[in-house]
């Protein structure tokens, strides 16, 4: 989604930082980027479609530089096609406001029509440009930059994280306010800072404040106020950041998302090891969350979730009703707002998300809290709203993840649920300290099994089979059981980066429908592990090579390798611990295949990392 940055510095030269800023928000996704400054007074702005390289080819003639105040954006259209002039920033009709945005201005067509009628001439077809306009309106009454922006901002609708600078307004240079997607904002003794997201940040500061919803906050050189839209003063905690900024480096890497898929051995050893008590056979997590108490009251759980961390919790209603006997319902975030849903006393609605912004998993988590529930949260970005509005927190404690597909975040947040599995049938009496221990060993195995996978011998062999699958009309991902998401999940990661047509489906389900579609341009990819479902998913592929599909079987059941004919075998793990390592050969598969189609991995088509609008 749209990556927002703003700047005001004692000493001058912004630009720098703004393109900086910039480049850190692209893996957000983006179709178009612009900054504004204002230098000497003046309002100047550069807008570009197209990636930052262009934006900043614009920039060459050096007219910007020198300037203390400035904002930039990169775009993710919604309205109006990506082009230079629906580009952000969009300016007022006066030519002295500029704002950049990000959500969406949900009554922008009465709006327009008022301004239409006042003689208002529009540039572009964003709803953007709409409150660009009421706030030079409001200016041009006699209100101050921070006034007008409330002002304007009171007579809309809708999700919105907006940035403003006005010349002429020494005093309060820089504005921003929110009310939906996330803004971080930092004051330096010098400067001060905003962005749409924490890693913009880190480059100043590692001490940065949340905005929360109907903030508005003023930034000066040095300074930090902030407000609610009615202009009271309000407090806001100041955090402390773990991240570093060169965690969001390439470090050599040729993809962000490969050097994700090699951060896992490490990422693994976080979310669990310092949580597992052996000698207790149980989980304890910090701060005494998910305690017993808590976790007895638990009679259901409601996992909410969109992508990727929906497959995370498909697993972990697996883990969850197998180990600690409690019913679990999985629900796209996005289908359970607009349902009408029914909750039952004793619901956890546990939220699944890397960013912790997601639109579509906040209203669920909202709407589910106002039904009773309690709110659970598995994330991985500590300050995220999300995590703030959360009665019990799991954080995943991945590290950035800066690939838009993905992989890190996703084997985190299974392990996070055999965690919160464990601890439930702890504190249910459900599970047995020796079973409990068992798993807790199967987990701080899986660092030395993920580094096996992750080796030279057995990323070769994969990439040979990518070569040999790349060109396939199309590909089926099977599983069943626990293995059945990570089946979803091996799709999802293929179409992403490479385009390549693939469907998730449990392996069961083939022969009612989907078998016809068969045939031996079809590569079926068949995730299997030694357990309760094995033999079965083995005769499932049976079925398919029968009828000239070419199969490749992941996982560590050698009868599955035996009929596939092709295989990437994984070590041998608790049945319940099988579907990380499994994911693993599927992410690799998924990028080489990604690599040799000539894809770009790192920013695919269409997407982009945190989806804050509906
Ligand atoms: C796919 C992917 C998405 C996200 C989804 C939810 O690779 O990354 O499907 O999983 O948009 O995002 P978060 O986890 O940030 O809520």
Known sequence: MCGIVGAVRREEGVLGALIEGLRVLEYRGYDSSGVAVIKDGRMLVRKKEGRLENL????QDGALEGASIGIGHTRWATHGEPSDRNAHPHQGRSGRVALIHNGIFENYLELREELLADGVEFLSETDTEIVAHLIDREMAQGLSLPDAVRAALRRVQGHYAVAVIAEDEPETPLVCARQGPPLVVAATPNAAYLASDVLGLLPHTNKV????????AVLGAGTLQVTDFAGQKVEREEHQIDWKPGDSGLGGWPHYMLKEIHEQPDVLARTTLERMDLDKGDVVIEGGQFGNEAMRAVQRIQVLACG???????????LIEGLARVPV????????????PVLTAGTMALAISQSGETADTLAATRLAKELGAQVACICNSAGSTQVREAD???????????GVASTKAFTAQVAACVLLAIRLGRAKGTLSADRARELLHGLRNLREQIEHLLSEPVREHI?????????????????RGVNFPVALEGALKLKEISYMHAEGYAAGEMKHG???????????????????????VRSN???????????????????????????????????WLSPILNSIPLQLLSYYIADLRGCDIDKPRNLAKSVTVE
């Not at 404040?209 to 508005?216: A, C, F, I, S």
């Not at 396939?472 to 599983?479: D, E, I, N, T, V």
């Not at 078998?515 to 079926?524: E, V």
């Not at 990819?525 to 094995?534: E, F, H, S």
């Open 463 to 479: 990439r040979s089979l990518a070569k040999q699958h790349a060109r396939a009309k199309g590909f089926f991902f099977l599983g």
């Open 392 to 402: 019990e927190v799991l954080l995943t404690h991945a590290g950035p993840e800066i």
């Open 541 to 575: 592929i049976e079925q398919v090579k029968s009828r000239g599909g070419v199969a490749l079987s992941v996982g560590s059941h050698q009868g599955s390798h035996k009929i596939a004919g092709q295989c990437i075998e994984v070590p041998e793990t608790d049945e």
């Open 329 to 340: 319902d999985v629900d796209f975030a996005s289908e359970f707002r607009y349902r009408n």
């Open 56 to 59: 900043e080819a614009a920039l």
């Open 514 to 536: 989907p078998i016809a579609l068969i045939d031996p341009g079809m590569t079926i990819v068949a995730v299997n592990a030694p357990g309760v479902v094995a033999d079965k």
């Open 308 to 318: 990727t961390a929906l497959h995370a919790g498909m697993i972990g209603r697996y």
């Open 209 to 216: 404040v949340y905005l929360e919803d109907g903030d508005v």
